[in-house]
C-alpha cells in the first residue's frame, strides 16, 4: 500500500455491508479490498466500472447516465445477485414501481405543460410501463375522451324545452348539437398536427383548460346565435381526445394488446352517450336546460386535475440523427463574442415555417385519404357515424310525441340500451378482435426471426366486421318501422341494444386500424376518422327531423340502413381483397415522405 489509492487506479471494489463491516464476499474484507491488478485474472489489469457507488458519488453526470446492463440497474435486487460487486444507481431504483425497464425522466427534464407535477413519471419508452401504470394512464383518457359525446348527448332531452326558452324551432336548437359535431370534426386536424410536434400532455391542458371556459359561457348564452357559437368553440376544444387519445394508446401499448386497450379506451366516449341523456334529463326537468352546461363546466375541470397530475408525457422521443460537428475553441468565442445578424429572407423563411406549421401542416393530414386503406377504412366507421346520429335524434323527437310523449327525464333513460351495447361490445369486442388477429398471424405463419407473431392491421377485418356490418344496419331498419307504427318502447329500446353492439365492433376495430397502418402518425390517422365521421354526424343531425317530418322514421331507417348495408359489405370485401397491396403502397409512399 505503498502509494495509496492514487498510485493504483485498477481496483477491484466490494459491496459494503454495515451490518458487518466487512465485504461481500467475507467477514474478513474491508468495506474497500485493494487487490493490484497484476494479481488479478491472470494479470490482465480489471478497470473499476465507470458505474460504480464511488464514481455516482463522485461525479453527478454518472448517476444520470443509463446503464449498459438493465438487470444490474432496474429489475434485479442486490440481493438476487450475491455475486455482482456493482451497487445499483439510485436513479433507476425508482423506475422500478411504474415501469419494467426504462429510466425514469427527472422531473426537471419532463416534457409537456408542467410536467415536473405528474405523479406517474415519465419514462423513456412509454411502452415498457407495467400493466397497473398503463391501465391507469388508459382510465384517465377515457374518462376525458367522455367529455366530447357527453357535450351533445346532455343536450338531446333538453331541446324541446330549450326551443321554448329562447324562442325558436326545433330544427334550429339541433344547430347546438350539429354545429357541435362538425366542430369536434375540424379542430382535431390542429390538436393532432400540435400533438406530434408539443407532445400530448400539452394538448390534453390546455384544450380543457378551453373546454371549461366555453362551457360556462354557453350556460350563460343570451340567445340562441351565442349559445351555438359558444357550443362550436366548445365542441372543438373537448374533441382533442378523440384524436390525441388514441395515439396515447398507441404510444403506450404493444400492438398485440392494443385491441383490447382500444375497446378499454372507447369506454369513455360510450359512457357518453350512456350517462349524458340521464343527466341532462333529470337536470333539465329539474333546473332547466342550462344546468347541463354547468355540469360540463364542472366535469371538464375534474378531468383537468386529473390530467395535471396523472398523465405523463407519452409520446416517444424522435432518435437523435447525427451529432453536430465540435467548435473548435477560437470559432466558439468568435461566435460567442459576435452580434449575429439575421437577414430579411431569413426572417421571411422563419415566419412562413410558422404559417405553415399553423394553417397547412394540420389539413395536410387530410391527404392521408388518398390512400384507399385509409379512405376505405374511414368510410367504415363514418356511414355507421352519420347512422348513429339520425337515432339519437329520432329518439327525442318520437318518444316526446304521441303515442308516447314521455317527460323530459324518461326520454333521458331511452338513450341507455344503445349505450349498453355500446359496453358491452367494448369489453368483449376488443378480445374478440386480438384473438382474431394472432389468429390470423399463425394461420399464414407470420412470424420474425424471435418467433413472435406478426400482426397486419387488415387481420382485424375478419367475422366481427362481417357481423357488424349486417348488425347495426338490420337493427335501425327495426327501430325505426317499430317506431313508426307506435309499438311498445321495449320493443325499439331491443332494437336500439343491437344497434349499439354492432356499431361498436365497426368503431374499435376502424380505430385500431388506422393507428397500425398510420404508426408514425397514430393521431393524423385517428383525426382523419373523426374529421370525416363528424361531418356524416353533422348533416345527419341537420336532416334528420327535417326527414322525419316528411316521410317517417320508417322509410328514412330503411333508405340509410339498406345504404348502409351494401357500401359496408362492399369495403370490408375490398379491404380483404386489395387492403394488403394496398398498405404495402402506402408504407412505401410515407417512408419516403410523399
Known amino acids: ?151 351533445s348527448g346532455i343536450f338531446y332531452p333538453a331541446l324541446p324545452e330549450m326551443s321554448k326558452d329562447l324562442d325558436t324551432t326545433p330544427t334550429i336548437t339541433n344547430l347546438t348539437v350539429a354545429m357541435y359535431m362538425l366542430a369536434m370534426s375540424i379542430f382535431p386536424l390542429w390538436w393532432s398536427s400540435f400533438s406530434e410536434t408539443l407532445g400530448r400532455r400539452t394538448i390534453y391542458l390546455l384544450s380543457f383548460s378551453l373546454f371549461v371556459v366555453f362551457s360556462v359561457l354557453s350556460a350563460v348564452s343570451v340567445n340562441i346565435s351565442m349559445l351555438v357559437v359558444m357550443r362550436v368553440l366548445g365542441g ?31 369506454l369513455g366516449p360510450l359512457t357518453g352517450p350512456l350517462f349524458a341523456p340521464i343527466i341532462g334529463g333529470a337536470l333539465s326537468q329539474a333546473f332547466g336546460w342550462r344546468s347541463t352546461m354547468w355540469f360540463l363546466a364542472i366535469y371538464g375541470g375534474v378531468m383537468l386535475l386529473f390530467l395535471f397530475f396523472g398523465l405523463p408525457e407519452t409520446l ?140 397486419l392491421p387488415e387481420d382485424r377485418m375478419s367475422e366481427n366486421m362481417w357481423l357488424a356490418a349486417t348488425l347495426y344496419p338490420g337493427a335501425l331498419i327495426w327501430y325505426g318501422w317499430s317506431a313508426e307504427r307506435g309499438l311498445p318502447w321495449i320493443i325499439p329500446c331491443i332494437a336500439n341494444l343491437f344497434f349499439g353492439v354492432g356499431s361498436m365492433l365497426v368503431f374499435g376495430a376502424v380505430t385500431t386500424m388506422l393507428t397500425e397502418f398510420m404508426p408514425r402518425q397514430s393521431s393524423s390517422g385517428v383525426a382523419v376518422n373523426n374529421f370525416v365521421r363528424n361531418i356524416f354526424s353533422c348533416v345527419g343531425g341537420i336532416v334528420a327531423q327535417p326527414l322525419i317530418d316528411v316521410i317517417g322514421n320508417g322509410w328514412l331507417t330503411t333508405m340509410i340502413g339498406l345504404f348502409a348495408w351494401i357500401t359496408g359489405n362492399m369495403a370490408i370485401w375490398a379491404l380483404k381483397r386489395w387492403g394488403p397491396g394496398w398498405r404495402v403502397t402506402m408504407d412505401e409512399a410515407l417512408s419516403k415522405g410523399r
Open 316 to 455: 416517444p422521443k424522435p432518435k437523435p440523427t447525427t451529432a453536430p460537428a465540435p467548435k473548435s475553441p477560437s470559432t466558439e468565442g468568435a461566435s460567442g463574442n459576435r452580434l449575429q445578424r439575421v437577414s430579411t429572407a431569413q426572417s421571411v423563411k422563419k415566419a412562413g415555417l410558422t404559417l405553415k406549421r399553423f394553417f397547412i401542416d394540420p389539413v395536410k393530414v387530410l391527404v392521408n385519404l388518398r390512400y384507399p386503406a385509409v379512405l376505405i377504412t374511414v368510410y367504415s366507421a363514418s356511414i355507421c357515424f352519420g347512422s348513429l346520429f339520425i337515432l339519437n335524434i329520432s329518439i327525442q323527437s318520437t318518444f316526446a310525441k304521441q303515442p308516447y310523449e314521455f317527460s323530459t327525464a324518461i326520454l333521458g333513460l331511452l338513450y341507455i340500451p344503445p349505450s349498453l351495447g355500446y359496453v358491452a361490445a367494448s369489453i368483449f369486442g376488443g378480445r374478440w378482435i386480438d384473438y382474431i388477429m394472432a389468429r390470423e398471424a399463425k394461420k399464414a405463419g407470420r412470424y420474425d426471426s424471435n418467433g413472435k407473431l406478426i400482426f
Open 236 to 266: 372543438g376544444a373537448s374533441a382533442s381526445v378523440q384524436a390525441v387519445g388514441a395515439g396515447t394508446i398507441a404510444d403506450i401499448w404493444r400492438p398485440e394488446e392494443r385491441g383490447r386497450a382500444m375497446g378499454i379506451f372507447y
Open 1 to 151: 500500500m505503498a502509494g495509496g489509492l492514487e498510485e493504483k487506479p485498477d481496483l477491484v471494489l466490494t459491496k459494503f455491508d454495515p451490518g458487518s463491516g466487512s465485504g461481500s464476499r467475507g467477514a474478513e474484507g474491508s468495506s474497500i479490498a485493494e487487490k493490484p491488478a497484476d494479481h488479478a485474472h491472470g494479470g490482465q489489469p480489471l478497470k473499476t466500472s465507470p458505474s460504480s457507488e464511488t464514481e455516482e458519488d463522485d461525479n453527478p453526470a454518472a448517476r444520470d447516465r443509463p446503464d449498459d446492463k438493465p438487470s444490474l440497474g432496474h429489475d434485479e435486487d442486490a440481493s438476487s445477485n450475491p455475486g455482482n460487486e456493482l451497487a445499483r444507481p439510485r436513479r433507476w431504483r425508482r423506475a422500478s414501481s411504474f415501469a419494467r425497464a426504462s429510466r425514469v425522466i427527472p422531473r426537471a427534464e419532463r416534457r409537456g405543460l408542467f410536467g415536473r407535477f405528474t405523479i406517474i413519471p415519465e419514462i423513456e419508452s412509454p411502452v415498457d410501463y407495467k400493466n397497473g401504470t398503463k391501465w391507469a394512464v388508459t382510465a384517465i383518457v377515457a374518462m376525458a375522451a367522455a367529455a366530447a359525446p357527453m357535450g
